[in-house]
């Protein structure tokens, strides 16, 4: 079988309705608005996305996956370091692989955990 790109087939069946006009919403599946209708940039986390990349049946869930990597990645490296949280860190890198003329993009999310429950550690 090959991969299945559709955002429906990693988070579930979802009903997305434009929020910017002050309507209503109605989800089904995941209760996250990746973008609202019309939305500018910076408006959103992850204003980068266009309505095709992130439609349930049509868009792609790589797509979506990156833009919210970079948009994590891009707040937490505009914070002061006195307002970094220190039980969470990202790092990004990137490297080029020239045997396929491609780059490629690794972010690694830390958490610092409380044990055995495995929940997030307070702030110290």
Known sequence: MAFDKKPDDFLGSA??????????????????F?????????SNL???LIDTE??????DIREIIFGLCEA???????????DKSNKMTITRDTF???TAGEFVRTYTFALRMNAPAFTVANES
């Open 72 to 82: 994590f990645f891009q707040k937490d490296n505009a914070l002061a370091t006195a």
């Open 34 to 42: 990746f973008k609202t209708s019309g939305a500018t940039e910076g």
């Open 96 to 98: 080029e692989d020239t």
């Open 46 to 48: 992850v204003s980068t």
């Open 54 to 59: 992130i439609h349930q049946d049509t868009g």
């Open 15 to 32: 009903n997305y309705t434009a929020i910017a006009t002050g309507g209503g919403s109605t989800l089904t599946g995941p209760g996250i």
